[in-house]
């Protein structure tokens, strides 16, 4: 079956370490999206790609980065530079082409700080 | 970026009660779509509306697409314990909602009591 895998589901990171965060889809979609979703929030954008190769800036893209270089992998590093990470990290994909926009999510991955 | 504003935040009802909760937008939209997000996973699409007017079902849960293409409601019959979860809208601005995708409300919080 098709879908969207987040690894790993829980994850703990010692200030100043960089981490990194997996999201890989079979669902060959062509656009992938980062959210982070912090307690009774809503999804805050943190970076999204519509290409290989091409990725862009979200609403709250400071401490981050990410790149693609397959159409499958979409990873996000946390850096140390985040002075707040920890929440709750959403990828998402989706087919823009299609003309009828949705996106498929993974199940997450929950970064602590220690 | 736009906004959606989605009520209410929270609700606390008793197990058999029909729930209703909706968004609106300041500008006119193509796509509306509904997720359910259950804790600790990543939302799951549950009714997705691109046509104005449209009212769509999947099993106890209705939603509809806004006339004026700036509002959809999502209504849920008879509410059992499993519906226990947040709630997100989301959708596509009329003028293509830009290079992110979707826009997302901020989620209601549904709360059973049995």
């Known amino acids: 079956d098709g879908g969207i895998t987040q690894s790993p589901k829980y994850l703990f990171r010692k200030e100043g370490q960089n981490v990194t965060l997996s999201c890989e889809q079979n669902?060959?979609?062509?656009?992938m999206y980062w959210y982070r979703q912090d307690p009774g929030q809503g999804l805050r954008l943190i970076y999204y790609?519509?290409?290989?190769?091409?990725?862009q800036k979200g609403d709250i893209a400071e401490g981050y980065s990410v790149s693609r270089e397959k159409k499958e992998s979409f990873p996000l590093t946390v850096t140390s530079a985040q002075k707040n990470p920890t929440a709750f990290y959403l990828c998402?994909?989706?087919?823009?082409?299609?003309?009828?926009?949705?996106?498929?999510f993974g199940s997450g991955t929950r970064l602590t700080v220690v | 970026g736009q906004q959606l504003n989605q009520s209410p935040q929270s609700m606390f009802i008793q197990e058999g009660e029909d729930v209703s909760m909706n968004c609106t937008s300041s500008?006119?939209?193509?796509?509306w779509l509904w997720y359910k997000q259950e804790p600790g996973e990543g939302p799951v699409l549950l009714i997705a509306?691109?046509?104005?007017?449209e009212l769509t079902s999947n099993g106890r849960l209705t939603a509809q697409f806004g006339i004026t293409r700036k509002d959809s409601f999502l209504n849920i019959s008879a509410s059992i314990p499993s519906d226990v979860g947040i709630y997100f809208c989301a959708g596509q601005e009329y003028s293509g909602g830009g290079a992110d995708g979707l826009t997302f409300g901020k989620g209601t919080h549904l709360i059973i009591q049995p």
């Open positions: 669902l060959n979609h062509d656009a």
């Open positions: 500008s006119i939209f193509n796509t």
């Open positions: 790609s519509q290409i290989v190769n091409d990725f």
């Open positions: 509306l691109y046509k104005a007017g």
């Open positions: 998402a994909s989706s087919h823009p082409g299609t003309g009828e926009m949705s996106y498929t």
